[in-house]
């Protein structure tokens, strides 16, 4: 049986509306990755260079703590992982998610919500943080307008 999570981190609930779209498309269960330091609207001002996200964008070792460490992740063959494109990568959360946990022998698929811009070298820089032999795809942006037969078909194009 091929059992499949849809891991997320979203700060302003547009990632999270994806993730729990995507979950009930595809039967998925649901697991949010939470820093322990909840991020504030300040903390995302990407005006600010002093802000913290911008801060963690220009330290790519910086790894935020998670609030928990409870994912069940031995459990799913398949994990489909989502967060927001901050200025053209990951938030360092996700790579701190990825180092956290045991993703040997599993199929991790990307998925971002974006204000305009793609994947980049995401996945590449991500591919750093995964366990050697697992299985990373480039997914897609679930931005707005996909509905759950546009997200079946996404799934079924991946041969899962």
């Given amino acids: 049986m091929n059992k499949t999570l849809v891991a997320y981190f979203s700060c302003t609930g547009t990632t999270r509306r994806a993730a729990q779209a995507l979950a009930a498309a595809v039967d998925a269960d649901v697991y949010e990755i939470r820093p322990q330091i909840p991020y504030t609207p300040a903390d995302l001002d990407w005006r600010n260079k002093k802000s913290r996200s911008s801060v963690e964008m220009n330290d790519p070792d910086f790894r935020p703590a998670l609030a928990d460490k409870n994912a ?6 398949t994990i489909f992982v989502g967060f927001p494109i901050w200025w053209y990568v990951a938030p360092t959360i996700i790579n701190t998610f990825l180092e956290t946990y045991d993703f040997s022998g599993k199929r991790v698929i990307l998925f971002a919500t974006s204000g305009g811009s793609g994947f980049g070298e995401t996945a590449a820089a991500l591919k750093k943080s995964l366990s050697p032999d697992a ?7 679930l931005n707005t307008g996909l509905s759950p037969a546009d997200l079946r078909a996404w799934r079924q194009s991946l041969a899962l």
Avoid at 72 to 77: L, P, S, T
């Fill in 135 to 141: 299985a990373l795809v480039e997914g897609k942006l």
């Fill in 72 to 77: 069940a992740i031995g459990a799913y063959n």
